[in-house]
């Protein structure tokens, strides 16, 4: 499902990544983890386009992205759903169209829309705070939004870069188990964090990179 072949990613004279190597199959929920700085965000960035490949090769299902063309990046973001650590959540617009926008952007028509965003929001168990403004919940409230948001399309990944981040360690368990639940259900789930209490326990395969490689791997 997703292949990294020894990729590297550079900035300027600074190594970000170094020959990573990993496969992650489908269905998979996998970890990666290491101290800030390691390079785990960029590595997620690699993975939907908004970063570019220095060496090596990654495939995303069908797509070879270190060499796809410009026309077809917007389809590969369509299998991919992102989950942000800070969010990035519309402040100005409900929860509802917060949700409904990863689908508006693909022409799908309204009552589609009403009855995606209905089970997106219900999954997450917001279903009750659809006119709501995003800013008026809290911070684990606006998280679940976001995940909403990742899965509404029903994408083949979901990608989550330190989903718990600004969360308080109770709230934080709460999304995890929530996307492990997404997990099982059948798409296939990335989680960068630096917080080993995250997944210890979760019986999940986790990567460690450290001084840009992949390190370790192990079983949470």
Avoid at 40 to 50: D, E, F, H, N
Avoid at 187 to 207: D, P, Q
């Amino acid at each position: 499902m997703i292949v990294f072949d020894n990729v590297s990613k550079f900035y300027d004279y600074h190594t970000v990544l170094r020959s990573v190597s990993f496969t992650v199959e489908k269905g998979e929920m996998i970890f990666i983890t290491g101290p800030s700085g390691a390079g785990k965000s960029t590595l997620m960035k690699l993975i939907y386009k908004a970063e570019d490949a220095d060496e090596g090769e990654i495939t995303i299902g069908k797509y070879n992205v270190t060499s796809i063309k410009p026309s077809d990046i917007p389809y590969l973001r369509r299998n991919i759903g992102i989950v942000f650590q800070d969010f990035k959540l519309l402040r100005g617009s409900t929860v509802y169209d917060n949700v409904a926008l990863a689908l508006r952007i693909r022409g799908i028509n309204e009552k589609e829309i009403r009855q995606r965003v209905s089970e997106a929001l219900k999954k997450v168990n917001l279903r009750h705070v659809s006119d709501s403004n995003p800013k008026s919940l809290s911070g684990g409230e606006q998280q679940r939004i976001v995940i909403a948001r990742a899965i509404v399309a029903d994408p083949q990944v979901i990608l989550a870069d330190e989903p718990t981040g600004n969360l308080d360690p109770n709230t934080a368990i709460d999304i995890i188990n929530l996307l492990r639940d997404i997990n099982i259900n059948g798409s296939t789930i990335i989680v960068a964090t630096h917080n080993r209490e995250l997944f210890r326990g979760t019986g999940k395969r986790v990567l460690k990179i450290d001084s840009n490689r992949i390190v370790k791997e192990e079983q949470g």
